[in-house]
C-alpha cells in the first residue's frame, strides 16, 4: 500500500492539478479513453496519481462536485465505512453471529449460523432481492417489495430479516444479496446504540465527512430515509447514495493511505489492513464489503488490474477504485456502456462474465494502458537465449501477508557454511509461528532445498520494530569464511546511508562498523555460493543505486570492491571508475565512482548472484512503474547477465509487468543454483510474502 502522508492534507476540493501531458500517463491514451468513455453512456470519470488530479472530463450537465447516483457503491462507501468504524469502537466484530444483533434469528437452524462476515462478503445465503431480466418495480413477491421502501412492516429491513429465506448453509457458497446488506446495516446500527452516534447517517458525516471536509451537498445516503424498525434508526446501505466524484474520491484516498488523513488517523491502519484482505470465505473477492481483486490465492479477478486493486461498484458501472501499488484513484459514474445496455434492453441475463468483460475493455484496462512503459536498457543475451517461469500454480509462498495487509518483504539470501541459507525481512512478522511484533527489520534461517525448504525465525539483537524509512532494513547479505555481513539500508533512520554489520553466530547479534556509506541508499552484495567458495578472486563486490536514499532511483549503478579479509576496513575500498581498454579501473576515492550499468531514472533496487554453472554473473533489478513506487502487488523487473561484475551486460528478461507482483526486491539463492546453472529460483517479496518460483534458463 502508497506510504502514510503524514503531512496535513490539502482541502479535498483543491487538490493540486497536473497538465494531462505532465501527469505521467500517456496524454493520447486518456483522450481516446474518453472518448470510448462517451461513446459508452459515461457522465463523468476522475483519475487523481500521487494525490494530484491528472485527468478529469464530464458530461453536459455534470462537474466535479454534482452529486451522482451510486446505485450499489452504496455498499461500499456506506455500508463498509460504518461497519469499519463500528469494528475500530469495539462495538462490533467480524466474526461475531448476527443473531447477537438480530435476536428473532437465535432459534432459526440456518440464520443462527450467519455472522457479520458471512453478511458483508455475500456469503450468508439470504437471497437477493433482485431477479434477471425485471426492473425492481417488477420483481415478483416480497423482492418488488424491497424495493418500494415502503413504511414498516413491508420496509426492506423488516422483509430482510423476517421474509428473504437462506438458501443454503452461511459460509458455503456465493450469493450477492441486498436483503444481507440490509441486514448488516441493521446489525451495525444495533451495536451503534452503546456508542454517541446512533444511526449510520450520523456516524458518516461527523467521523467521515465532517473531518475530510466533504461538504453535506455533495453526498446523501439512504434514499434520504430512516426506517424505525425494533427501536433502531435504519439507513439503507444496499443503494440510495449520491456522492460527487470528488467525495468518493476522497474516500478511497483516506483507504489508501491506510486511515491516515493528515496527521490524524480516522481509521486504524490494522483495520483498513483487515478490510482489503481476502474474507477467505470461499474464492470469492469480499473483503469487509468493498471488492477487492485477488482471492487471496493468486488469482485475479480482473487481469488487466494489479493484486491490490480494490473497488466499490453498482449498476450503470458506478465505480470507484483504488489501486495502492500505483497511487492511482479513479472514479466513474454513468449508465450501462452499450453491450449491457443491448443485453438489458433484450432482456437477455446480464451475467458477471459480460459486466466483467466490459468493465475490463471500458473502464479499467485503458487506464492502465496509459501508463508508460520502459524498454530493455540492453541488447538480448546471446549466451542465455530465454527463460520459462514456472506455472503459477507451483509458485511457493511463506511469510504470507495478503493483499493490502503488510506481510514481510526485502528477502536478501545468503548461503553459509553450515550449508543453511539466512535472511532478512522487514515490515512484518516473518515466517510462522510469527513474532509477537511486527519487525522493522527481522531475520531468518532457511534450510533445505528449494522444493521442501523450512523456515525459522531468529531473534537478533539487530532488530528493530521501526516501520518504513525510520530505521535499519537489510539491503543484502554475504557470508565470508563463517561470518555474515549484513548491508543496512535508512542508516540515519530518515531513509539515507548505509552501514555494514557482522555476527559470528548467525545472527543473534550483530556488531556495527564505526563508519557508514553516505552516498549509498541501497547497496548489496554479489554472493558467490556457499560460504563465498565461488568467489572469482579475492574481493568481495558491493552494488548499489548511485543515490543516498533507499527510496530515490539514479541514472545507474555504481560498484565498490574490497579484499574479503579487510571488509569493515573503509580505507580498504576501491570504486569502480570507467572502463579502459575492457580493463575496470579502480579509485579509493568514492567522489570519483562512476557508472558500471546505465537506465536513466529506474536504478534503486536490486541483487546479484554468481552462477557457476554458467560463469555468469546474474543481476534481479526491480522496475517501478511510472504509476507508482509499490511493486509487492504489480510491476517489472529485468533480468540481465554479464561475465564480470562490471559487465558488458546483456539482457535475459524483461517484462513491464509480470503475471504477479514482482516483489521490491528479488534475489538468485546460489545454494538453489542447478549444477550446470541452467535452473534458479527467484526468491522475492512479491504479495508481500517470502516467494519462491523456477526458471529454466536455455543456455548455448
Known sequence: M????????????????????????????????????KK???????????????????????????????????????????????????????????????????????????????????????????????SHQEEPGWKGVFWQRNPVPNDPFTLARDQAPVLFEPGTKYQYSNPAIAMLTYCVTKALQ???????????????????????????????????????????????GNFSVRATATIIRLLMRKGAWGKDHLLKANIVEDAFVNAGLLPNLNGHVWWVNSDGKGNKH?????EDAFWGSGAGCQIGMGIPSLD????????????????????????????????????????INSIPTLKAPYPQSEKITACTWENLSNVRRSATGGIIRDGSDNWPMTWAEDNHQYTAYGDGNGFAPYTPNKLGMGFAK?????????????????????????????????????????????????????????????????????????????PTFINFGKNYEDAQDGFVYIWS????????????????????????????????????????????????RGPVFKFPNTCIRSSISYNAGIKR?????????????????????????????????????????????????????????????KTMYLVSSSDDQFTVRKVKLSVK
Open 194 to 240: 452503546k456508542g454517541p452516534h446512533k444511526d449510520i447517517r450520523t456516524l458518516l458525516q461527523e467521523r467521515l465527512m465532517g473531518p475530510m471536509s466533504i461538504p453535506e451537498n455533495e453526498w446523501g445516503c439512504g434514499y434520504g430515509q430512516t426506517f424505525e424498525v425494533d427501536g433502531l434508526p435504519l439507513v439503507g446501505t444496499w443503494g440510495g
Open 617 to 677: 554473473y546474474i543481476l534481479w533489478q526491480n522496475l517501478r512503474q511510472a504509476g507508482g513506487e509499490d511493486t509487492r502487488f504489480s510491476g517489472g523487473f529485468g533480468v540481465y547477465e554479464a561475465p564480470n561484475p562490471w559487465g558488458p551486460w546483456k539482457t535475459v528478461y524483461f517484462t513491464n509487468k509480470w503475471d504477479i507482483g514482482p516483489g521490491e526486491l528479488g534475489c538468485f539463492p546460489t545454494k538453489w543454483m542447478s549444477k550446470d546453472g
Open 40 to 134: 459508452n453512456n459515461t457522465n463523468s470519470i476522475f483519475v487523481m496519481h500521487k494525490d494530484k488530479v491528472v485527468f478529469e472530463r464530464y458530461a453536459n450537465g455534470f462537474d466535479r462536485h454534482k452529486t451522482h447516483y451510486t446505485a450499489s457503491m452504496a455498499k461500499a462507501l456506506t455500508g463498509g465505512m460504518s461497519l469499519l468504524f463500528a469494528i475500530q469502537d469495539g462495538l462490533i466484530k467480524f466474526d461475531d453471529l448476527a443473531y447477537k444483533y438480530v435476536p428473532q434469528w437465535k432459534n432459526d437452524p440456518l440464520k443462527s449460523k450467519i455472522t457479520i462476515a458471512h453478511l458483508a462478503t455475500h456469503t450468508s445465503g439470504i437471497s437477493d432481492s433482485s431477479v434477471s431480466g425485471f
Open 328 to 367: 492511482l484513484i479513479m472514479v466513474r459514474n454513468g449508465q450501462d456502456p452499450l453491450d449491457i445496455k443491448k443485453a438489458s434492453k433484450s432482456k437477455k441475463r446480464v451475467t458477471d462474465t459480460l459486466r466483467d468483460r466490459v468493465q475490463s475493455a471500458v473502464i479499467f484496462a485503458p487506464l
Open 446 to 522: 532457511i534450510e533445505d532445498g528449494s522444493d521442501n525448504f523450512t523456515a525459522t525465525n531468529i531473534r537478533s539483537n539487530a532488530e528493530n520494530t521501526s516501520y518504513g524509512q525510520n530505521d535499519r532494513k537489510a539491503s543484502g547479505l554475504l557470508c565470508v569464511d563463517g561470518t555474515l555481513y549484513l548491508l543496512a539500508r535508512n542508516d540515519n533512520q530518515k531513509g539515507h546511508h548505509s552501514r555494514i554489520g557482522w555476527s559470528t553466530d548467525h545472527m543473534r547479534t550483530f556488531q556495527w562498523a564505526k563508519w557508514n556509506f553516505k552516498e549509498l541508499g541501497h
Open 2 to 37: 502508497a506510504k502514510r502522508n503524514v503531512n496535513t492534507p490539502p482541502p479535498p476540493y483543491s487538490w493540486p492539478e497536473v497538465p494531462i501531458d505532465r501527469s505521467g500517463l500517456d496524454p493520447k491514451k486518456l483522450e481516446a479513453w474518453w472518448k470510448l468513455l
Open 545 to 592: 543505486n548511485d543515490h543516498p536514499s533507499a527510496y530515490k532511483e539514479s541514472d545507474h549503478f555504481v560498484l565498490a570492491r574490497v579484499p574479503k579479509d579487510q571488509i569493515l576496513q573503509r580505507d580498504a575500498y576501491e570504486f569502480f571508475v570507467l572502463l579502459k581498454s575492457g580493463k575496470a579501473i579502480w579509485s579509493s576515492d568514492i567522489k570519483k
Open 302 to 306: 480482473q487481469k488487466c488490474l494489479p
